[in-house]
């Protein structure tokens, strides 16, 4: 049974990536295709960021500096991660893969694409690895998910969640993600193939210096 919940919460979340993230896309050849997300990169730092609070709300902590955002309301997202134990009841650990966190999305993606949520497309360099990912929203997918997305109140964490990603993050790139990620210590000396930790205390310590305050 958890099986089937941890593979159903998995196909959600990664949908909603792809459906938040991706841009418009139009091609009069094909009216299918709505929207478009390249790179799996993107998907899996923003995938880290979901299944890791404490780690977006370090990295919000980190935009601090570059003052684009209200101090406040930066606090005030964090406070919330805190006060409703998100780090401990959403965390869903990540292994470290070559370039960071990562898990195999394949089957979620083939899962999409054989119920015509998704058009996957990409190529092969001469040493024939597969690159330059793209990821289509159809147009099906997108009526559908307008529908649901206002209906169904389990999806609202996920859902406002990518919307505060995106408000903060969504600038960046995915390569700019995972660069952001090494920058963390314990992000970057954990071992290959070993679960990320978490880094709750160090956001309650920068968290205390920054508003005077504890989590």
């Not at 089957?107 to 999409?112: G, Y």
Request: aromatic fraction near 14%; glycine fraction near 2%.
């Amino acid at each position: 049974m958890e099986d089937i919940i941890r593979l159903y919460k998995d196909r959600i979340r990664i949908f909603l990536i792809i459906y938040f993230f991706s841009e418009e896309f139009h091609d009069s050849t094909n009216l299918n295709l709505v929207r478009v997300l390249y790179t799996e990169t993107r998907i899996q730092k923003i995938d880290f960021l979901l299944r890791n609070p404490d780690y977006f709300a370090l990295e919000l902590l980190n935009l601090l500096p570059t003052k684009k955002h209200d101090r406040n309301q930066i606090k005030n997202v964090i406070i919330d991660i805190f006060k409703n134990r998100e780090p401990e009841i959403r965390r869903l650990e990540m292994e470290k893969f070559f370039f960071g966190a990562y898990e195999d999305i394949d089957d979620v993606i083939a899962f999409l694409e054989s119920y015509g949520f998704i058009v996957f497309k990409s190529k092969r360099n001469i040493e024939l690895n597969v690159i330059d990912k793209q990821y289509y929203v159809t147009k099906y997918a997108k009526e559908k998910t307008d529908k649901v997305l206002s209906e169904m109140d389990s999806l609202k964490w996920y859902i406002d969640r990518c919307k505060q990603i995106k408000q903060y993050l969504g600038d960046y790139t995915g390569t700019q993600l995972k660069n952001m990620q090494y920058e963390e210590e314990t992000y970057r000396n954990t071992s290959y193939k070993e679960f990320i930790a978490d880094v709750q205390e160090k956001v309650k310590t920068i968290f205390k210096r920054e508003f005077g305050e504890n989590l």
